[in-house]
């Protein structure tokens, strides 16, 4: 296992010996298998949640991870450290300046755990509830471009093609798409947020790999993204937060036929 940056050419891929049975047949092979790891999130040296990821584009998925849950607000105000891999694990140390950090610390001591945490208590309830950001009305898209976009993600998830049960966030806009990949479909938004934060793709939409949950609206929600595109179903908390935030929520989204649960008329 090894921490790997953005843009390293080494794959998160293990070979794993394995044996196919098919037909009473009998055959031993070498499987790719997706990397899995805990990793965990350093602020200022002090450990703030270990999550279960795939191992690749990290400093994406440290900056994506910090402003979907509201740790920063701007990208400047966050700068990663390094990936240190233990041998247990991965570390990501962060640096927050002083007013955040203290922010964060009290957060803590409040007993408000990060998303995927347990959480327990009222207080923790309502933070787990907490309002998304109302999305700008600016995008739009027509039904061809969302079938067109859920195809491109098909074609671009090479982690999934190679080894089988890899999420994939993708973000379709007028260059191409840009996508992130990663066992956990959260992290996988993760990533495709701290890389979308990173340069400017202009205007577009979201594509994801799963089910439509709160926590991945909450998170396109915060970035700014209007339109949300899933191949799988809805939950009921999903579609709630996207019609009080503005977003339009499209579910089994698959071949020609989709299914559009919030604000239809930004699709033509």
């Not at 999420?167 to 260059?175: K, P, Q, S």
């Not at 400017?200 to 700014?224: I, M, N, P, Q, W």
Request: proline share 4%; aromatic share 4%; charged share 20%.
């Amino acid at each position: 296992m090894a921490a790997r940056a953005p843009g390293d050419a080494l794959l998160p891929l293990r070979e794993m010996p394995a044996l196919r049975i098919e037909r009473g047949e009998r055959q031993a092979f070498s499987d790719a298998v997706i990397e899995e790891a805990p990793i965990a999130l350093l602020y200022n040296g002090v450990s703030h949640a270990v999550m279960m990821a795939t191992p690749a584009d990290l400093e994406d998925y440290a900056l994506g991870y910090s402003l979907s849950e509201g740790i920063v607000e701007d990208p400047g105000e966050l700068r990663y450290v390094e990936a240190l891999d233990t041998g247990m694990g991965i570390v990501v140390e962060m640096l927050l300046p002083q007013a955040r950090f203290d922010r964060l610390h009290e957060r803590r001591r409040a007993g408000v755990g990060a998303s995927g945490c347990g959480l327990c208590g009222v207080e923790s309830l309502q933070a787990a509830m907490r309002p998304a950001p109302p999305v700008p009305w600016g995008q739009r898209s027509s039904a061809d471009a969302i079938a067109q976009g859920v195809r491109a993600l098909a074609g671009a998830q090479d982690l999934n093609r190679r080894s089988g049960g890899v999420h994939a966030a993708g973000y379709v806009h007028d260059g191409g798409i840009l996508v992130r990949e990663d066992v956990g479909r959260h992290n996988a938004l993760d990533k495709l947020v701290g890389a979308l934060r990173r340069g400017d793709r202009g205007t577009g939409f979201l594509v994801l790999s799963s089910r439509a949950s709160y926590e991945l609206v909450h998170k396109a929600a915060c970035a700014g993204i209007g339109i949300v595109v899933a191949i799988s179903a809805p939950t009921t908390l999903a579609i709630d937060l996207a019609q009080s935030s503005g977003i339009t929520l499209v579910a089994f989204a698959r071949g020609e036929q989709m299914n559009v649960y919030t604000h239809a008329d930004r699709i033509a």
